[in-house]
């Protein structure tokens, strides 16, 4: 079946650098587009990064725009996020996506950003 795991959050101070790691399984992991979500209590889930299957296009929310970076590893069916300059508003649940003939998602991985 379809799993997705997430890790690498965790407790940073703000300016600190996170990152996640989503592993993949139970689908043809280079034929989708892979994206990262992330949640705060009382919003919607909001779109933070996409990657194409071949990497060769990736789109960002405008919020993290030049300080996050999505990138796949599609022999190990792993994709990435690296998060620098963090801030406080980044604090948020992290959620691994692929789209198939349904949505799958991750369990999700905590990121708090504070001092």
């Known amino acids: 079946q379809v799993q997705l795991v997430e890790s690498g959050g965790g407790l940073v101070q703000p300016g600190g650098s996170l990152r996640l790691s989503c592993a993949a399984s139970?689908?043809?992991?280079?034929?989708?587009?892979m994206g990262w979500h992330r949640q705060t209590p009382g919003k919607e889930r909001e779109l933070v990064a996409s990657i194409s299957r071949s990497s060769g296009s990736t789109n960002y929310a405008d919020s993290v725009k030049g300080r996050f970076t999505v990138s796949r590893d599609n022999a190990k069916n792993m994709v990435y996020l690296q998060m620098n300059s963090l801030k406080p508003e980044d604090t948020a649940v992290y959620y691994c996506n692929v789209r198939l003939w349904q949505n799958y998602w991750g369990q999700g991985t905590q990121v708090t950003v504070s001092s």
């Open positions: 139970g689908f043809t992991f280079s034929s989708y587009a």
